[in-house]
């Protein structure tokens, strides 16, 4: 055999026992060792969900999970690369190893368990019922009469007509519907409604962020379900779960957990 015909087939069962070991590491059931190589791990989510992880409008990137996400990872020297994904293609996109971690305000349900593995809860998330000061609501009896609007197809909606005798009952006529929390806030200001039934995540960003938070009143929710946040990942990575679940004891402890949960939450988060 000619050198350079030798050389030229060395050099291409090289390139194949390269890629084949490429594909190996991302292919392997244990992601650990390979996010702690590459000092990088892949966190799917969707960018336009306020507050957990959301878009400015200068593009950058925020939000309550992004800060907790990077301060897990900053113990263990591993990098945050943040994918934006189809939301409905999540456990797909887990599945197909195109990302690692699942992270943007994910409830942990029975149906998504059978899916994924999960990490510990780190934050509980409720319907809340919001309204002005002046209009002195003090209990869901105190709606008796008053306007109630809601987001469409929200959980909150959702629970609102799963449980009518909690707070539906007491409303003048149906809930009126918006598009989004934004919409309704607008009109809770200007008063053509008297309060919103939400998601307490969103609620309490959005009212810690206004120029008189005192002018809003925040209802913990009764009766009603709460959900709770968790990190979806592979059922296989039980190391990258075990390093999650540290990592939030660590914050927890240092203080870290409750000054995150104060900045985009406010001063009466959980």
């Not at 809860?121 to 003090?138: E, G, I, S």
Request: aromatic content about 12%; overall charge positive.
């Amino acid at each position: 055999m000619k050198r350079w015909l030798k050389f030229l087939l060395v050099a291409a069962v090289a390139v194949i026992a390269v890629g084949a070991s490429g594909c190996a590491r991302r292919t392997a059931s244990n992601s650990w060792p390979r996010i702690k190589q590459d000092k990088k791990v892949v966190i799917g989510l969707d960018d336009s969900f306020v507050p957990m992880g959301f878009r400015e409008k200068n593009g950058q990137l925020k939000g309550f999970d992004i800060d907790l996400a990077k301060a897990v990872f900053k113990l263990y020297g591993v990098k945050c690369d943040f994918q934006p994904i189809e939301w409905s293609m999540k456990e797909t996109e887990l599945k197909n190893q195109t990302i690692d971690l699942i992270w943007n305000g994910y409830s942990a349900t029975p149906e998504r368990a059978k899916k994924v593995a999960f990490s510990d809860d780190y934050l509980v998330n409720h319907q809340l019922l919001v309204t002005k000061t002046k209009y002195n609501v003090n209990s869901y009896a105190d709606m008796k009469g008053k306007t109630l609007g809601v987001q469409t197809g929200s959980s909150g909606a959702a629970a609102l007509d799963a449980n009518p005798k909690l707070l539906k009952q007491y409303i003048k006529g149906d809930p009126v519907l918006y598009d989004s929390f934004t919409n309704a806030f607008l009109d809770l200001n200007s008063g053509r409604i008297q309060g919103i039934f939400m998601d307490e995540v969103y609620a309490r960003y959005y009212v810690a962020h206004q120029p008189d938070p005192s002018s809003y009143k925040i209802m913990e929710s009764k009766g009603f379900d709460s959900e709770a946040f968790a990190v979806g990942m592979r059922k296989s990575d039980t190391e990258l779960q075990a390093k999650i679940n540290q990592g939030f004891k660590v914050l927890e402890q240092n203080g870290t957990m409750a000054k995150l949960k104060q900045k985009w939450f406010g001063a009466d988060a959980k």
